[in-house]
């Protein structure tokens, strides 16, 4: 499957969540990053517990994996993909650095 259709842009998936989109959202990085700074209404499983929580996320419905740069989510992604058979996984283009830039100027960025 080709790559760049896995993958959601930070301003559409705000224009999406905006209309109403029923997305869930799965942030996969650490906790203290999640504390410092995660979009409203996700869900917090970092990457490394990706395979044992895996039932916490739908098999129903978009999902959007979100990390910092995009390089974890893209990872998890990969593994639900490929091992688990997910077909409902959208990798946030750039993670929370890309929301920052290019849809919310007053998100914290690290």
Do not use: K
Not at 20 to 45: I, K, N, T, W
């Amino acid at each position: 499957m080709d790559h760049a259709s896995l993958e959601i842009s930070p301003e559409d998936l705000h224009r999406r969540l905006q209309a109403g989109d029923d997305f869930q959202l799965v942030d996969v990085r650490e906790p203290e990053e999640y504390e410092y700074c995660h979009l409203p209404g996700s869900l917090l499983l970092p990457l490394g517990e990706v395979p044992r929580r895996a039932p916490e996320i739908r098999t129903e419905g978009p999902v959007v994996l979100i990390c910092h740069h995009g390089v974890r989510s893209a990872q998890a992604l990969g593994y639900l993909q490929h091992r688990l058979g997910r077909t409902n996984l959208l990798n946030l283009r750039g993670g929370v650095a890309g929301w920052a830039a290019r849809v919310d100027p007053d998100f914290p960025r690290y």
